[in-house]
C-alpha cells in the first residue's frame, strides 16, 4: 500500500499515463518495494528478534521463532538490499538517493530512533514523503515543497492516530515508546499536524486543487 505514494507522485506530475510509466512503475516496484523494502523488513525482524520472541503474537515470526538464524536473516536482507540498489541505479542518480534515504531512515529507527519520543514518529513518516519524491522523479518533474511539508504533516498525523489505536489495543506492547505517550498527547499531535495542513493547503489549493483534494481524501 505504502507504494501507492510512488504512483500518486507520478501520476500526478506526468503528461500522460503511457505503457512505458507503466513498465517504468513495476519496475520500480519490483527494485523498490520488493527487493530493498524486503532487505529492509528483514533488518527490522533481526533487530526485533529478541522482543519478538517473548511477544504473544509476534513469537511466531521466522527469526524470533528460531526458523531463521540471524545470521541467515543478514545474509538474506545485504542480498536483497544490494540488488535493490543495482537496479535502482538504472532509473536516475536522483532515484537511488532516494533509496539511500530511505535505507538510512530506516536503520536509524530500528538502531534507536523508534524508542526515541516524537523521533520515531518522524522516522517512520519521513519514507512517505521520500517515496512521493521518488514517484515525481520518475516523470523527470521536482515536487514543490508545499506538497512535501504538506504530505509530512498528514504522514505524522496518521502515525500518531496509529499509535493512539494502538495503544487501547496491545497497551505498548508491542511497541514499548507507546509508554511514553498518553492519549492526549498523541491526539495533540494529530490535532497540530492536521492544522499545519490545512494551513498549507488554504496556501496552495488554488494551484493544485487535485493534490490536495487527493491528500486530504485519503486521510479522511
Not at 65 to 86: D, F, Y
Not at 173 to 191: D, E, H, K
Amino acid at each position: 500500500i505504502t507504494f501507492l505514494n510512488v504512483v500518486f507522485g507520478a501520476l500526478l506530475f506526468a503528461p500522460v499515463f503511457d505503457l512505458e510509466l507503466a513498465a517504468r512503475l513495476v519496475g520500480l516496484y519490483i527494485s523498490f518495494n520488493v527487493l530493498v523494502n524486503g532487505g529492509l523488513y528483514t533488518l527490522n525482524d533481526l533487530a526485533d528478534c529478541t522482543a519478538d520472541a517473548c511477544h504473544s503474537r509476534k513469537r511466531f515470526r521466522p527469526v524470533g521463532s528460531g526458523e531463521v538464524t540471524p545470521s541467515q536473516a543478514a545474509g538474506w536482507a545485504a542480498l536483497l538490499v544490494g540488488a535493490g540498489m543495482i537496479t535502482g541505479a538504472a532509473f536516475s542518480p536522483r532515484i537511488l538517493l532516494c533509496y539511500v534515504a530511505v535505507v538510512v531512515l530506516n536503520i536509524v529507527y530500528s538502531c534507536g530512533g523508534r524508542d526515541v519520543r516524537g523521533a520515531d514518529l518522524l522516522l517512520n513518516s519521513l519514507p512517505h514523503v521520500v517515496r512521493f519524491v521518488m514517484g515525481v522523479l520518475l516523470v523527470n518533474r521536482l515536487p514543490p515543497a508545499g506538497h512535501l511539508v504538506a504530505l509530512l504533516f498528514m504522514a505524522v498525523a496518521l502515525s500518531s492516530l496509529r499509535r493512539d489505536v494502538e495503544k487501547d489495543v496491545d497497551a505498548g506492547a508491542g511497541r514499548p515508546t507507546l509508554r511514553r505517550y498518553t492519549p492526549s498527547q498523541l491526539r495533540l499531535i494529530v490535532a497540530v499536524c492536521l492544522g499545519g495542513g490545512a494551513v498549507v493547503t488554504l496556501h496552495g489549493v488554488s494551484e493544485a486543487p487535485g493534490f490536495y483534494g487527493v491528500l486530504w481524501a485519503t486521510t479522511v
